[in-house]
């Protein structure tokens, strides 16, 4: 729409002259013309209406001008006052916001009108007094304003066609912020460069917070911790003694004095008031005392530090008898830390100890140089007395004793492994004794009750109760073959095997045994070395293990969880990364047994591989399942740790050394059954020391046709040797009175070169074997039922007969 003409312009102002001058010659010529008023009223109202429209089209439609100048275009005005750091607004007579810059807005808030902005101190005051003096004078100024932290000046001026608008400056004003250059000098080239120069220096706030350091004071004050300094309250890295000379809290009673200086890190012209530079933020910059320059008081220091790197326990006291200091090594022997360090010696040791240490310090600390020695025992250690050395000092400020002790918590622990090792070897031989009479006493009553079970059928009233009786002695003789796998004098027959075929062999008898409430995880390292183990024991083992997890599973609240069978391959490399006092570095094939049970103490685990130790109820288990285990694989050449804490399972690690000596040997299921052949008449010697055990195998060979002569000790062997031989085998028990086994054996050799020997004994074979130098010889292990002494009679023969009589024996085997 076309705009219209301005009435206050020249044209405007003709054309409505000429417009009335003219519609005024029109009525004069009406009423000339006509002599009529009447006409001429008509058109004099036309006229008035007419005005009247004009009056009110210029009351609608105001002048250009008028509509110019109160609704200006303020979005030129608002990219013209556009500024990157000044602050710009514009408000007009009654103090409303005509138009601000997006400097302002960021700065103040978009309902911010000047002069009430939030400014810091007496800055609204200021600001307000300039707005009137623009009014005024046409323009005021106001210095030294602080918006939010920020130092502003402010520049009022009176604008406008009207001088009706006030035009609003707000400028930063440039200056230096020390502190932040001090945290970006630390953190430089600058704050290595001062370290270097044994200059630490760290920026805090007026908090005392620290805000930067270099990496002097980092390493200094917090060691390995040095990367999280920044944020930290400064006095908690620094302590003061009763001299208030300042130290390093992580160096203790070891550290050596600093000096400290503190410059605030303050612009002059900034901050007048003291109170206001004092809680400014600051440079504490900390080096060491000059040795130099020291007095004994603060030698003593340097002394302390020298001290403390010894690996000797030692410390001083003053002439009151009060610690001045005391090295890592005294407080490691007296069993306390730093903070539990006492006032006095005598609080170290118990208390029939106090007088004796509490005089020789006094002596020591009152009298000429002299030194000497005090027996005592600490408060820590009662039972192992310690030998405490004193000695006088002079010349060294407030320090007058120097205490020596020897740290011998090494040595403590070395004993205690030592005197556990004797007493499971203790116990060891002990359990092998028991164990050995005991099988003398099974294999009668085992060999009895066969010998009733062949003159009684199923349906006698006697057999059930003869067969409770074997079966009871077959559980007792379960127990020994658990003492004497603790003693490590178990018969193993070691095998070349893979651990992964075991642990799979063993998987579906551990999944019954276990429970539906416990999931069985199995894992299995690739390329794993042989080794050389019994397999029916290491299965023992597993199954050993296995068992005491599920019971520490179902303890729980609710009970359940999983037990992890792992097999693991171990270098050496990884053994050495160990770093082991106990397993020799080598490769190991090992098996890890974990449960996600309830764990066991300290006090527990040191205690788990003692025979008839547990901790379930009475009446549940025998407390042999884990010395079992541990004498099994001791006897097998391994190793077996635990690891284990209170609430989070047990491990149970055991090492195998890999195998080098041949391929892996097939395991057979079922023994070859033996057959006897043509020697069921042959001519036997037995000799055995128990009357019972030579009575049953004295009956139960002679009932498969056996001509036995017997002996009771190794010397009636040699005599029956040379009053009724020869003889086909001798059948010989290994410890006897008098004349053992392996010695009657040796002379017997003597006399008949190749004569076949089968000895019976309740100890381990192994054992047997390595003390035992001859060829050639059969082993029977106790207790033995009758058919298992007549099988091993019928394979000592087979086994040493000629290739022409086994050649019959097996055609003998083949017509019957």
Same mark, same amino acid.
């Given at each position: 729409?076309?705009?219209?003409?301005?009435?206050?312009?020249?044209?405007?102002?003709?054309?409505?002259?000429?417009?009335?001058?003219?519609?005024?010659?029109?009525?004069?010529?009406?009423?000339?013309?006509?002599?009529?008023? /009447?006409?001429?009223?008509?058109?004099?109202?036309?006229?008035?209406?007419?005005?009247?429209?004009?009056?009110?089209?210029?009351?609608?439609?105001?002048?250009?001008?008028?509509?110019?100048?109160?609704?200006?275009?303020?979005?030129?005005?608002?990219?013209?006052?556009?500024?990157?750091?000044?602050?710009?607004?514009?408000?007009?007579?009654?103090?409303?916001?005509?138009?601000?810059?997006?400097?302002?807005?960021?700065?103040?808030?978009?309902?911010? %009108?000047?002069?009430?902005?939030?400014? &810091?101190?007496?800055?609204?005051?200021?600001?307000?007094?300039?707005?009137?003096?623009?009014?005024?004078?046409?323009?005021?100024?106001?210095?030294?304003?602080?918006?939010?932290?920020?130092?502003?000046?402010?520049?009022?001026?009176?604008?406008?066609?009207?001088?009706?608008?006030?035009?609003?400056?707000?400028?930063?004003?440039?200056?230096?912020?020390?502190?932040?250059?001090?945290?970006?000098?630390?953190?430089?080239?600058?704050?290595?460069?001062?370290?270097?120069?044994?200059?630490?220096?760290?920026?805090?706030?007026?908090?005392?917070?620290?805000?930067? +350091?270099?990496?002097?004071?980092?390493?200094?004050?917090?060691?390995?911790?040095?990367?999280?300094?920044?944020?930290?309250?400064?006095?908690?890295?620094?302590?003061?003694?009763?001299?208030?000379?300042?130290?390093?809290?992580?160096?203790?009673?070891?550290?050596?004095?600093?000096?400290?200086?503190?410059?605030?890190? /303050?612009?002059?012209?900034?901050?007048?008031?003291?109170?206001?530079?004092?809680?400014?933020?600051?440079?504490?910059?900390?080096?060491?005392?000059?040795?130099?320059?020291?007095?004994?008081?603060?030698?003593?220091?340097? !002394?302390?530090? $020298?001290?403390?790197?010894?690996? %000797?326990?030692?410390?001083?006291?003053?002439?009151?008898?009060?610690?001045?200091?005391?090295?890592?090594?005294?407080?490691?022997?007296?069993?306390?830390?730093? &903070?539990?360090?006492?006032?006095?010696?005598?609080?170290?040791?118990?208390?029939?100890?106090?007088?004796?240490?509490?005089?020789?310090?006094?002596?020591?600390?009152?009298?000429?140089?002299?030194?000497?020695?005090?027996?005592?025992?600490?408060?820590?250690?009662?039972?192992?007395?310690?030998?405490?050395?004193?000695?006088?000092?002079?010349?060294?400020?407030? +320090?007058?004793?120097?205490?020596?002790?020897?740290?011998?918590?090494?040595? @403590?622990?070395?004993?205690?492994?030592?005197?556990?090792?004797?007493?499971?070897?203790?116990?060891?031989?002990?359990?092998?004794?028991?164990?050995?009479?005991?099988?003398?006493?099974?294999?009668?009553?085992?060999?009895?009750?066969?010998?009733?079970?062949?003159?009684?059928?199923?349906?006698?009233?006697?057999?059930?109760?003869?067969?409770?009786?074997?079966?009871?002695?077959?559980?007792?003789?379960?127990?020994?073959?658990?003492?004497?796998?603790? @003693?490590?004098?178990?018969?193993?027959?070691?095998?070349?095997?893979?651990?992964?075929?075991?642990?799979?062999?063993?998987?579906?008898?551990?999944? =019954?045994?276990?429970?539906?409430?416990?999931?069985?995880?199995?894992?299995?390292?690739?390329?794993?070395?042989?080794?050389? &183990?019994?397999?029916?024991?290491?299965?023992?083992?597993? !199954?050993?293990?296995?068992?005491?997890?599920?019971?520490?599973?179902?303890?729980?609240?609710?009970?359940?969880?999983?037990?992890?069978?792992?097999?693991?391959?171990?270098?050496?490399?990884?053994?050495? +990364?160990?770093?082991?006092?106990?397993?020799?570095?080598?490769?190991?094939?090992?098996?890890?047994?974990?449960?996600?049970?309830?764990?066991?103490?300290?006090?527990?685990?040191?205690?788990?591989?003692?025979?008839?130790?547990?901790?379930?109820? %009475?009446?549940?288990?025998?407390?042999?399942?884990?010395?079992?285990?541990?004498?099994?694989?001791?006897?097998?050449?391994?190793?077996?740790?635990?690891?284990?804490?209170?609430?989070?399972?047990?491990?149970?690690?055991?090492?195998?050394?890999?195998?080098?000596?041949? &391929?892996?040997?097939?395991?057979?299921?079922?023994?070859?059954?033996?057959?006897?052949?043509?020697?069921?008449?042959?001519?036997?010697?037995?000799?055995?020391?128990?009357?019972?055990?030579?009575? %049953?195998?004295? =009956?139960?060979?002679?009932?498969?046709?056996?001509?036995?002569?017997?002996? @009771?000790?190794?010397?009636?062997?040699?005599?029956?040797?040379?009053?009724?031989?020869?003889?086909?085998?001798?059948?010989?028990?290994?410890?006897?009175?008098?004349?053992?086994?392996?010695?009657?054996?040796?002379?017997?050799?003597?006399?008949?070169?190749?004569?076949?020997?089968?000895?019976?004994?309740?100890?381990?074979?192994?054992? $047997?074997?390595? @003390?035992?130098?001859?060829?050639?010889?059969?082993?029977?292990?106790?207790?033995?039922?009758?058919?298992?002494?007549?099988?091993? !009679?019928?394979?000592?023969?087979?086994?040493?007969?000629?290739?022409?009589?086994?050649?019959?024996?097996?055609?003998?085997?083949?017509?019957?």
């Amino acid at each position: 729409m076309p705009a219209l003409p301005d009435p206050d312009s020249p044209d405007v102002r003709i054309t409505t002259l000429i417009i009335i001058g003219g519609l005024a010659v029109s009525g004069a010529l009406i009423w000339l013309a006509l002599g009529d008023w /009447v006409p001429l009223a008509l058109f004099a109202g036309g006229l008035v209406a007419l005005a009247s429209l004009i009056l009110l089209v210029r009351h609608q439609f105001p002048p250009r001008s008028e509509v110019q100048r109160a609704m200006p275009d303020w979005s030129v005005t608002f990219a013209a006052t556009d500024h990157p750091t000044m602050a710009i607004a514009i408000t007009d007579e009654a103090g409303r916001m005509i138009c601000a810059n997006q400097r302002f807005i960021d700065q103040f808030g978009a309902e911010m %009108v000047p002069p009430k902005l939030s400014l &810091a101190g007496q800055g609204g005051d200021l600001l307000a007094e300039a707005g009137r003096a623009a009014w005024r004078d046409g323009e005021g100024r106001a210095a030294g304003l602080m918006a939010a932290g920020v130092p502003i000046d402010a520049q009022v001026r009176r604008v406008g066609r009207g001088q009706d608008y006030l035009l609003w400056r707000f400028e930063p004003v440039a200056r230096h912020d020390l502190a932040v250059e001090a945290d970006a000098m630390l953190a430089g080239r600058p704050g290595r460069a001062l370290g270097e120069g044994g200059f630490m220096a760290a920026a805090i706030t007026p908090d005392g917070r620290i805000r930067a +350091a270099n990496s002097a004071f980092a390493a200094r004050a917090a060691g390995a911790d040095a990367g999280n300094v920044v944020g930290r309250d400064l006095a908690s890295f620094l302590r003061a003694d009763e001299r208030n000379r300042i130290y390093f809290e992580r160096e203790g009673r070891k550290g050596v004095p600093l000096r400290l200086f503190h410059l605030p890190l /303050v612009d002059p012209l900034q901050v007048t008031e003291p109170a206001e530079r004092e809680r400014a933020p600051a440079l504490v910059v900390l080096i060491d005392e000059d040795p130099a320059g020291m007095d004994k008081g603060t030698a003593l220091g340097y !002394v302390q530090t $020298l001290l403390g790197l010894l690996p %000797v326990g030692l410390a001083m006291t003053d002439r009151d008898g009060r610690f001045l200091f005391a090295n890592d090594a005294f407080l490691r022997a007296a069993g306390i830390t730093e &903070a539990e360090l006492p006032p006095y010696p005598g609080d170290l040791v118990v208390r029939e100890d106090k007088g004796a240490i509490a005089d020789a310090v006094r002596r020591h600390a009152s009298g000429q140089a002299m030194a000497g020695d005090v027996a005592l025992r600490l408060r820590n250690q009662p039972d192992e007395p310690v030998t405490l050395s004193l000695a006088s000092l002079r010349g060294m400020g407030d +320090a007058a004793v120097l205490l020596s002790v020897k740290d011998n918590s090494e040595e @403590s622990r070395l004993k205690r492994q030592v005197a556990q090792a004797s007493k499971m070897q203790a116990i060891g031989q002990l359990a092998g004794g028991v164990a050995h009479d005991f099988n003398n006493v099974l294999t009668a009553i085992i060999g009895h009750c066969d010998l009733m079970l062949m003159r009684h059928s199923p349906g006698d009233s006697d057999y059930d109760d003869i067969q409770q009786i074997r079966s009871n002695s077959n559980r007792a003789a379960s127990l020994t073959r658990h003492l004497l796998a603790f @003693s490590r004098q178990q018969t193993l027959r070691p095998q070349v095997l893979q651990l992964p075929d075991i642990v799979s062999d063993t998987s579906e008898l551990l999944k =019954r045994l276990i429970g539906e409430k416990i999931v069985l995880e199995v894992q299995h390292d690739r390329n794993l070395g042989p080794v050389r &183990a019994d397999p029916g024991q290491l299965e023992q083992v597993i !199954v050993n293990l296995a068992v005491n997890g599920r019971d520490a599973m179902l303890a729980k609240r609710p009970p359940g969880g999983t037990l992890t069978i792992r097999t693991r391959k171990v270098t050496a490399a990884d053994v050495r +990364a160990m770093n082991s006092d106990i397993l020799p570095v080598d490769d190991y094939s090992a098996i890890l047994v974990e449960d996600s049970g309830t764990g066991m103490p300290p006090d527990v685990q040191a205690r788990i591989f003692e025979p008839f130790f547990t901790t379930k109820d %009475v009446g549940k288990g025998t407390g042999l399942g884990l010395s079992t285990v541990y004498g099994i694989v001791k006897q097998s050449g391994g190793y077996i740790f635990v690891d284990s804490e209170p609430g989070q399972g047990t491990t149970f690690s055991i090492y195998f050394p890999v195998y080098r000596g041949g &391929a892996v040997e097939q395991r057979s299921r079922k023994p070859a059954k033996v057959n006897p052949g043509q020697w069921g008449h042959a001519r036997l010697l037995l000799v055995e020391d128990e009357d019972m055990v030579r009575a %049953v195998a004295e =009956r139960a060979l002679t009932r498969q046709g056996f001509t036995v002569v017997t002996a @009771s000790d190794g010397e009636d062997g040699l005599e029956r040797l040379g009053d009724s031989g020869p003889f086909d085998l001798v059948v010989s028990d290994v410890v006897m009175p008098n004349l053992d086994g392996p010695g009657m054996a040796v002379e017997m050799r003597k006399r008949m070169p190749g004569l076949p020997i089968l000895f019976m004994s309740g100890y381990a074979e192994e054992t $047997l074997r390595q @003390s035992i130098s001859i060829d050639q010889v059969h082993f029977l292990p106790k207790p033995f039922s009758v058919a298992q002494i007549v099988d091993a !009679v019928h394979g000592a023969l087979a086994a040493s007969a000629t290739p022409g009589e086994q050649a019959s024996a097996n055609e003998g085997k083949l017509e019957t």
